[in-house]
């Protein structure tokens, strides 16, 4: 059966005349690739449409259980469904909407759309220039649609290990809110201004880059980390311990001119695109990153095509920061933030273990307790 049979919809959208310098902020939402993640789906960077650009994407508009696409790009084949809080809301041209048929789970179609997401860069990498999934591909793509019931019970599945995923990834945004505020309080009581360069220890010089070829000989545990992300996994570290990655080149702000960073612990290898920070005073490096995480630094940033911040210009940025004894707190909210990050690593690695065996019919997802498997994860 082709996915083109199955959908009522599939097409992308498009960008309000005068680009992203349009967008409102506030009105109805348009979901852009950067909103669109594997499984799930992130508010930051959410823009918006006023009523009169929303209803000339009217025939783009999202709706109730829609699949979301990314179809161009480095994230490209990036899927998620749509969370009811947007809706209504309309997507842009890098983006399409996935519409199931009534005899089709929307989570069931999501879930074959990551399984086979490997076929999906295969077709995007396809073309003469940038990785695109065109609607053509999409509706031609064979699927495999067993009964309305079997599909339904293993998205029951899958939905209970997400939802405990989204969970944890919500209180996690919860504890940097909180751990800003605080910071921020702080900040009223006592301030003063403060080089990077003189509270923390770039360690940048042992950076080794590994290029896809290399990384696909060494395939392994451990994080490998670019500017913006984990990138791949290889069979050796560098770096062992918690650090502060912030952007070098190419993705090193946001749209609010604030740095593009990471906050990484355990064993990691790390590539020649993101800094490395250390700790190199009383200050912590979660007391850092909050500094940073607030702090606009355009003003650092060089390149009119590849942008790109210096050691240099890092070191000599000023933070504002409060007193460190009163940072003491971090630690403990940082400490479940990471535990929580450790738990969905677990319930990640059983989903995608269980998934290929449940689309393929290996496991007989009708004699799973979705009960018992609901008590399980209630214990993570």
Known sequence: MRLGDICSKIGSGATPRGGKEAYSASGIPIIRSQNVLDWSFSSNGLAYLNDEQARTLSNVEVHQGDILLNITGDSVARACIVPSDVIPARVNQHVAILRPKEKANATFILAWLQTNKDLLLKLASSGATRNALTKRML????????????????????????????????????????????????????????????????????????????????????????????????????????????????????????????????????????????????????????????????????????????????????????????LEYLQDIFAAYRCNCEENRGLVSLRDALLPKLMSGEIDVSKIDVAQLNSHLAEY
């Not at 990655?245 to 993705?251: F, K």
């Not at 700790?279 to 003003?299: F, K, N």
């Open 139 to 326: 509706e031609g793509l064979d699927i495999n649609l067993p009964s309305i019931d079997i599909q339904n019970h293993i998205a029951a599945l899958i939905s209970l290990i997400q939802s405990k995923i989204n969970l944890n990834i919500k209180l996690n945004g919860y504890l940097l809110e909180l751990a800003t505020t605080r910071f921020e309080q702080a900040l009223f009581k006592s301030n003063r201004v403060v080089r990077l360069g003189d509270i923390v220890k770039l360690e940048d010089s042992k950076r080794v880059p590994l290029n896809s070829r290399d990384r696909d000989a060494r395939k392994g545990p451990y994080p490998y980390y670019g500017a913006t992300s984990i990138m791949d996994y290889v069979d050796d570290y560098l770096f062992d311990g918690i650090r502060v990655l912030l952007g070098e080149d190419g993705s090193v702000i946001d749209e609010s001119g604030r740095p593009i960073l990471q906050y990484v612990w355990g064993k990691y290898w790390v590539n020649n695109h993101a800094h490395i920070l250390a700790a190199a005073s009383d200050y912590s490096l979660e007391a850092i990153y909050i500094a940073l995480q607030r702090t606009p630094i355009s003003h650092i940033v060089t390149g009119a095509v590849q942008r790109k911040i210096s050691q240099r210009n890092l070191n000599k940025l000023k933070l504002e920061m409060p007193d460190a004894k009163s």
